[in-house]
């Protein structure tokens, strides 16, 4: 006779084991995430195909690091899977895990949670607690910020660390924008404030190919990138921020900076001058100036330039605060030139000034950073009530 289960015996039936063509699929994948190494790879280079120089549908192999075209049959990334034994690899585009030449997608829980690093690498959330992180390789100590950048274009380097720590700027950058050149920026400023990077330090390579426009004068670095940035962009975030107007004869004149001149007489190679900024600036925007401010940015950008043909050093004394128009601004980063590169210093989320030279990284007093041979200021509004 045919035995029926009863309504408790049903729910306390014992479960069965998965089919063995599952229990392989999982085995397998674990297998193939043990083999990543995680010291090849690199997101910060160029996506692009290191047999065919394609630069669409690109895989990197998580064993190796290389950057491989498709994951069909007969594809870079196929064949590379064959004769190389190496069969884990990444979308750059999305982010997705495949398993060649089988063409499986990584769908085991575990496995997919040992990945998470890396899918987090390629697509870094943002962290602006000041705590600090550690490295996906050797674990090195580290702060979301506090990152540098390597490679030989300092005068850009210097501009994107000190848009990077424009609250207004990297907050917006959060969201995914259309433009391809506001693409590559927010994957570095994202990078920059990032709690799962490979390494402590960021590439900005990407983006600079992007503007293909080499120099070294970070006024010129930030004039090319942010015209570029804004023309770009669909919410005006650029010309809200930065973007301020003077009055010349009685026309309106936009500006994305200030600037003032710098000079000395020839007093002699080993003399010091100082001079106050404040008597500067009011010389040329004051009452009694040239031009008459009309609408203030909420950042300020403030060029110094410094005449070269007198050898007097000049150091112009800066304050940490100064009123424009009933508005106060504090001084919150400044770029200053060393030997033939450029050292960006500002102030971080915990209050105190860190210089950023190339990749190295280290905490400065802001009076010993007021002194150095200073050449862009970056001025912040102190919000009131009314604002």
């Known amino acids: ?75 870079p990334a196929f064949i590379h899977a064959v004769e190389n034994g190496h069969h884990l690899f990444v979308a ?15 769908s085991d829980e575990t496995a997919r949670r040992a990945v998470d690093d890396i899918a987090k690498s390629l697509n870094p959330p ?4 000041g705590k600090e992180s550690k490295t996906l390789i050797a674990n090195v100590p580290y702060i ?24 207004k700027i990297r907050d917006y950058y959060r969201h995914p924008r259309a433009g391809k050149l ?16 490979l390494r402590n330090h960021v590439s900005p390579h990407r983006l600079i190919q992007a503007v293909k426009k080499p120099t070294n004068n970070p006024i010129t670095a930030y004039t090319i990138l942010v015209n570029r940035l804004d ?42 001058l100082e001079v106050q900024f404040d008597e500067l600036f009011k010389t040329k925007y004051g009452e009694k100036g040239k031009y008459s401010i009309k609408k203030l940015p909420h950042e300020l950008l403030i060029v110094l330039n410094r005449k070269h043909d007198s050898q007097t050093r000049v150091v112009v004394s800066l304050p940490s605060q100064i009123v424009i128009k009933d508005h106060k601004y504090c001084l919150v980063s400044v770029i200053s030139q060393k030997a033939q590169s450029w050292v960006y210093s500002g102030e971080t989320p915990s209050g105190d000034w860190s210089t950023f030279d190339g990749v190295k990284v280290s905490q400065c007093p802001r009076q010993v950073i007021y002194l150095e041979d200073n050449r862009l200021l970056l001025w912040r509004r102190v919000l009131s009530p009314e604002d």
């Open 1 to 75: 006779m045919k035995r029926h289960l009863s309504d408790d015996e049903d729910n306390h039936s014992p479960q069965l084991d998965p089919p063995k063509s599952r229990q392989k699929v999982t085995s397998s994948q674990i297998v193939h995430v043990n083999t990543i190494q995680r010291a090849a790879l690199d997101f910060d280079h160029s996506h692009q195909c290191s047999v065919s120089l394609a630069t669409v549908n690109i895989y990197c192999c998580l064993v190796c690091g290389k950057y491989l075209q498709g994951s069909s049959h007969g594809s």
């Open 231 to 272: 023309k770009e962009n669909k919410d005006d975030i650029w010309r809200e921020t930065l973007r301020g107007e003077v009055d010349s004869a009685d026309k309106p004149i936009p500006f994305w900076y200030l600037s003032i001149d710098v000079s000395a007489p020839q007093i002699g190679s080993d003399d010091l």
């Open 144 to 167: 979301p910020g506090l990152v540098g950048l390597t490679g030989d274009a300092s005068a850009y380097n210097v501009i994107i660390q000190l848009l990077a720590h424009i609250p």
């Open 92 to 106: 750059l585009d999305d982010v997705t895990f495949k398993i060649l030449p089988e063409g499986d997608t990584l």
């Open 126 to 129: 943002m962290q602006i607690d």
């Open 182 to 197: 506001e693409t590559e920026f927010r994957f570095v400023i994202r990078q920059l404030w990032s709690p799962y990077l």
